[in-house]
């Protein structure tokens, strides 16, 4: 058992320091005053106080104000309403009177009110949130705010919310989404927690993220800082609002927030003697952006006093300016020999890598989801935004308030955007950067380069010895500069970017009259930064104006694809949705052009609307170039190629090219591949059905014997059609199933380039679980996409074949092959040795009198034109005949 005199000295009095209580701010039983009636006396003896009788273990005060009254019990005594009463009444008597009385046995403590003995919630948010309404409220109120003092869940707790604070201005949402960075966005990446890792366990006191504007450092920042709040302590600070210095601010925060006031030495060894077993973290965001004067010495003076302390400081900064921290007159700063180095990295400071396939891939999801955003990607588009994460914000913003079904690098609007947030970046004059922009990219178009040396550059701005070209420009990525040798060369970042300048900014392409336009395109030297500039505006411009760029060639396809839809219109009616690009709608050209050489490298056809051009040509040079390729697809091409005898579409003979190259072929592959149109042979409808039952739906259907099919008969459609739905269902919850457990660590995805693997078994428990899912959700008609491909195929043939089926029937109640029969038992080498002779007989007549009449219908239905041209069909009707003596049975 512990005595009262125990729990004081053991448990009391190191609480109250660990609350930042100085020992002279804490009065024990000998000292404390009483107010009686008119009168305030001295207590200062036992004597006096046991003849009084009002005793108390402990009176806290600060400046003066007595706080509150601590009455302590032996451990083994529950705490009682008696013991309250006293508790209270001692706070009462005391002069000025205590607002609050604390009952204590060490084990439990319950605060309460002087004034109406009112019990106070322990929990620090309802200390901190509870509303005074007594007459002694602002006593109350600073007794409360003494309970939050310097232990390690208070700091803790301060921490968190000076994160949401420190992030505030960077924090962004749906509401918000302008912010730098929107957490429901983040993606941690793996690498450089992996660092972070190791530098909590190394001996150098910082970390640096440093990296070029836009590559996501401020977001890496924020979002680990969340990350690391479940393990540290954490403090996030803009560079920017550091205006006293790193000490002085994060000195001043605290002294706002807790009642003890230390000064910046002390208060950093207190917090570092709080948490003598844990990291603290100090996150400074935008080195680069800091105006203090002497921020170099700052950070190594702060680097040096935190080293071998608990503190650690993780920065960011931009890679331009990062020497500038490192090195100043060729001398090392003190900051620099702080820094944790990476193992195997060249440089001080952690340059922040482009997101790996499956960190990216995490990225677009999270991005479609907050966008609310389900179109396709450019392939340059996705490389850009991987390496510029920046890009992607500007794309998805543009895309959501224009409704484009991709996002591609033919999107004038993205261009506008990006211009107007990337100047914002600029903290220089606006219409100087503009200025600058415009002279440095009409210079490169002038002289048809991609670079300028700096001293011709110089120049041509006219700019005198001293003056340099903003140096903002080159830190927000707008132009970038590099060295050979001695000689400095200056580009844009952004090589699209710049063209747009070029082509709306500069030449106004799109303002010129078409006389205007032909002469200006007509003078252009087709190759290096003109020829970039002419390949950006092309899809751009009107199609007078491109028919003034592709010329022949545009002609030329649109006499290719009139002749294609006139002959599939007139010859193959109910057959055209199976020829390229499988559509009974309005047909368009595709193609990849070359503009310096006016030739269509590779063409197809694709779906289009009313509103959509009839031929869409794709800038490129040859098929890879600028992925041109995929953009075809993306924009709609089901297939493309390219044939010599097509010859660029110069010189090309629509003719031939129509009849040989695209329908004698693509007929060819229609037959062959069985894909023509059989909606109106049930017969044909019925064997397919049949194969898709036995071989993916036997289970459901109890079917364990496939030769004598007539005995599971009939089928239902509407089982059928379930069965199919199961089949999806069950793909639907299998890759949630894995999802889950990849999301949970369950499952180690292995990523080869973009493509995601794992290996999965499923257990008992889970082939029970999904069979559940996926019947409840069949007979509930929930109908899911699947992205299996052979069952995507599967579902096509059998929801045509079902919807021939049922114009006539609603169950399948028929086969086309008889039931075996029962014979003695022998060696079957061939499928006739399972029938009898009269069964064979029936069958045989049965079958061909089914084909002539499913021939004749499937020739009529797609060859309603060429049908006579069919030799069978030609000679119709006919018979046949079996002669039984030619029988070999």
């Known amino acids: 058992m512990n005595t009262e005199e125990d729990i004081k000295t053991k448990v009391l009095i190191p609480w109250l320091k660990s609350l930042g209580f100085a020992e002279d701010e804490l009065k024990f039983e000998d000292s404390f005053s009483l107010h009686l009636g008119r009168h305030t006396y001295k207590v200062d003896t036992n004597e006096q106080i046991r003849t009084a009788q009002p005793r108390s273990d402990i009176l806290v005060t600060r400046n003066g104000n007595n706080l509150f009254i601590i009455e302590a019990k032996t451990d083994e005594k529950n705490l009682t309403d008696e ?241 500038n921290l490192l090195m100043i007159s060729g001398i090392p700063t003190s900051f620099s020999e702080e820094i944790f180095l990476i193992a195997d990295s060249k440089t001080k400071g952690y340059l922040i890598e482009p997101f790996d396939d499956e960190e990216f891939y995490a990225l677009i999801k999270k991005y479609r989801a907050f966008y609310e955003f389900e179109g396709t990607f450019e392939s340059d588009v996705l490389k850009a935004c991987k390496r510029l994460p920046f890009l992607l914000r500007v794309f998805f913003e543009v895309a959501q308030g224009n409704k484009y079904p991709h996002l591609t690098f033919s999107i004038k609007e993205f261009y506008d955007k990006y211009y107007d947030t990337i100047l914002a970046k600029v903290p220089d004059n606006r219409d100087v950067a503009q200025n600058t922009i415009k002279s440095i990219a009409r210079i490169l178009f002038e002289n048809n380069s991609d670079t300028i040396d700096m001293d011709t550059l110089r120049k041509v701005l006219k700019l005198n010895v001293n003056e340099r070209i903003m140096p903002s420009l080159f830190e927000v990525n707008i132009l970038e500069e590099t060295q050979d040798g001695l000689e400095s060369n200056i580009g844009f970042y952004f090589k699209k970017f710049r063209d747009y300048i070029i082509s709306f900014g500069i030449k106004k392409w799109d303002k010129l009259s078409l006389d205007e336009f032909e002469i200006a395109q007509a003078a252009l030297d087709l190759k290096d930064i003109q020829l970039d500039a002419i390949n950006f505006f092309y899809p751009f411009a009107s199609n007078e104006k491109k028919r003034l760029i592709d010329g022949l060639v545009r002609t030329n396809a649109e006499a290719y694809l009139d002749l294609y839809v006139k002959i599939l219109d007139e010859h193959f009616p109910n057959l055209r949705h199976c020829f390229s690009p499988q559509t009974n709608g309005k047909i368009g050209f595709i193609g990849g052009f070359d503009v310096r050489n006016k030739r269509i490298m590779v063409y197809g056809f694709r779906p289009i609307s009313e509103a959509d051009e009839t031929i869409e040509l794709v800038p490129c040079e040859g098929f890879f170039r600028n992925s041109s390729g995929d953009t075809l697809f993306m924009l709609g091409a089901k297939d493309v190629h390219y044939r010599g005898s097509s010859k660029g579409f110069n010189d090309v003979n629509v003719q031939k090219e129509v009849l040989e190259s695209e329908i004698h072929e ?224």
């Open 666 to 889: 693509q007929l060819k592959k229609i037959i062959d591949s069985g894909l023509l149109n059989e909606a109106q042979n049930y017969y044909l409808a019925l064997e397919k059905v049949l194969g898709i039952v036995v071989s993916m739906q036997r289970h459901l259907h109890g079917i364990n014997d496939r030769l004598k099919l007539s005995q599971y008969l009939p089928i239902s459609i509407e089982k059928i059609e379930y069965g199919l739905r199961y089949e999806k269902a069950s793909h639907y919850f299998k890759d949630q199933l894995v999802n889950d457990r990849i999301a949970k660590g369950i499952i180690k995805p292995t990523w080869q380039g973009s493509t995601k693997s794992y290996s999965f078994s499923q257990t008992r428990d889970d082939h029970e679980l999904i069979h559940k899912q996926a019947s409840e959700s069949a007979l509930a008609k929930i109908d899911y996409k699947t992205n299996d491909v052979d069952l995507r195929k599967v579902e096509k043939a059998l929801n045509e074949a079902l919807s021939t089926i049922k114009k006539r029937k609603d169950a399948i109640d028929e086969v086309i092959l008889p039931d075996e029969d029962a014979l003695p038992t022998g060696s079957s080498r061939f499928m006739h040795d399972l029938y009898k002779e009269e069964t064979l007989v029936s069958f045989v007549h049965r079958l061909y009198t089914l084909f002539l009449e499913e021939y004749k219908t499937l020739i009529e239905i797609n060859f309603p034109i060429l049908k006579t041209y069919f030799i069978l069909y030609s000679k119709m009707p006919v018979h046949f005949f079996c002669d039984r003596r030619f029988w070999v049975l």
């Open 83 to 323: 013991d309250r009463d006293q508790a209270v009444s001692y706070a009462r008597l005391v002069h000025p009177m205590a607002p609050l009385a604390i009952v204590t046995n060490g084990r439990d403590f319950r605060i309460y009110k002087s004034g109406d003995k009112q019990e106070i919630e322990k929990e620090k948010s309802k200390i901190l949130g509870y509303k005074i309404d007594s007459g002694v409220e602002d006593l109350y109120k600073e007794a409360f705010e003494y309970f939050i003092g310097y232990s390690q869940d208070n700091v803790a707790a301060f921490c968190n919310s000076q994160i949401i604070e420190g992030m505030k201005t960077l924090l962004g949402s749906k509401e918000k989404p302008d912010r730098r960075f929107i957490p429901e966005l983040y993606v941690s990446l793996k690498r450089l927690k992996g660092h972070i890792k190791d530098f909590l366990n190394d001996d150098k006191p910082v970390f640096t993220i440093i990296g070029e504007s836009g590559s996501g450092k401020t977001c890496a920042m924020c979002g680990l800082a969340m990350e690391l709040t479940e393990d540290y302590p954490v403090l996030f600070y803009r560079a920017t609002n550091l205006t006293e210095g790193i000490v002085k601010s994060i000195a001043n925060d605290f002294n706002w927030g807790f009642s003890a006031q230390y000064n910046e030495i002390a208060l950093f060894k207190r917090i570092n003697l709080l948490f003598k077993d844990k990291r603290i973290l100090i996150f400074i965001d935008g080195l680069d952006e800091w105006t203090l004067p002497n921020k170099v010495e700052v950070l190594g003076d702060f680097a040096s006093k935190i080293k071998d302390k608990n503190f650690k400081l993780i920065t960011s900064c931009k890679s331009g300016q990062w020497d």
